[in-house]
Structure formats: structure tokens, C-alpha cells
């Protein structure tokens, strides 16, 4: 059974700053394109930020220049920084290791999900 085990979520002020934390099996850490998403009330899952095994990094125009997505491969685990962080961030955010393109693997995997919540 893979487990992905998110952690940092909170409560947090307009314009503050959270770190998430995902932590994975060593294999899978090192192998897959990690990813961060989230899920607002009544709004359907969205991408926020990827990062390959290589470092490449992608983000959604939302987090652009605000969130930064970084893996620490010794210690299989994936965090998105968060800053300046807006009401409209407000989100359940999932920690995805997407395994689909390796053959041995054939699918991604989810986290439980930690809740962020910016006030105002």
C-alpha cells in the first residue's frame, strides 16, 4: 500500500506563508512527477504546481510567482512553499505522485489531503 503523507496545512492571514510537506515511499520520490493540487467548496480539483524527477517544474498562472514547488530526494519528500497567500488559495491540497508514463506502475497516487485556510 502507497501512502503519500501530507502535512503543514493551517490557518494562515492574508499575505502570510505555509509550507506543505509530502512525504512518499523512497522509490516512488525519486521515480515520479510529483505534484501539488488543490480543491476549493464546490470548485472541481485544479493543478497548482509539478516537479519531475529531474527538477523541472511547472505551475498554474494562479501561484505563479507566489508558490514554489522543490523535492529533497534524501529524504523522499516534496514540499510546496506558499507565500503571499490570498483568501482565494483557500483549498484542500493534495499531494499526486503521477506513475502513469512508467510501465511497472501504470497509475498516480494521492494523498489525504490538508486543509489551508486564508482570512482576510
Known amino acids: 500500500q502507497v501512502q503519500l503523507v501530507e502535512s503543514g496545512g493551517g490557518l494562515v492571514q492574508a499575505g502570510g506563508s505555509l509550507r506543505l510537506s509530502c512525504a512518499a515511499p523512497?522509490?516512488?520520490?525519486?521515480?515520479?512527477?510529483m505534484g501539488w493540487f488543490r480543491q476549493a467548496p464546490g470548485k472541481e480539483r485544479e493543478l497548482v504546481a509539478t516537479i519531475t524527477s529531474r527538477g523541472n517544474t511547472n505551475y498554474a498562472d494562479s501561484v505563479k510567482g507566489r508558490f514554489t514547488i522543490s523535492r529533497d530526494n534524501a529524504k523522499n519528500t516534496v514540499y510546496l512553499q506558499m507565500s503571499n497567500l490570498k483568501p482565494e488559495d483557500t483549498a484542500v491540497y493534495y499531494c499526486n505522485a503521477d506513475l502513469r508514463r512508467i510501465p511497472s506502475w501504470g497509475r498516480d497516487y494521492w494523498g489525504q489531503g490538508t486543509q489551508v485556510t486564508v482570512s482576510s
Open positions: 523512497g522509490i516512488i520520490a525519486s521515480i515520479a512527477v
